[in-house]
């Protein structure tokens, strides 16, 4: 079966950072591309970023030079994460990881921009 997880959301000030973390597991390959979305509260689902096997990535504008995405596996998960910098207001949403060519979704961690 296959799932991920993420963590490593909370509340943090504008101009903080943090680190998301997705663990995929039960996929029956480590090379799938992987990307993250967010949702915000009355908005549309969006694409953050994403990053295929060899490294690659792909930004949305509202987070390039603040975001980095990138990945690693181990022998049975993949691995993804999210380097949030200069976080803004309008940054808060919940995060979500995805592996697109096999649609599935993790259940998403609540990053909350504020002081």
């Known amino acids: 079966q296959e799932y991920l997880v993420e963590s490593g959301g909370g509340l943090v000030q504008p101009g903080g950072s943090l680190r998301l973390s997705c663990a995929a597991y039960g996929f029956a390959s480590r090379t799938y591309a992987m990307a993250w979305h967010r949702q915000a509260p009355g908005k549309e689902r969006e694409l953050v970023a994403r990053i295929n096997n060899f490294g690659a990535t792909d930004y949305a504008d509202f987070v390039k030079g603040r975001f980095i995405i990138s990945r690693d596996s181990a022998k049975d998960v993949m691995y993804a994460y999210l380097e949030m910098n200069n976080l803004k207001p309008e940054d808060t949403a919940v995060y979500y990881c995805?592996?697109?060519?096999?649609?599935?979704w993790g259940q998403g961690t609540q990053v909350t921009v504020s002081s």
């Open positions: 995805n592996v697109p060519t096999r649609g599935s």
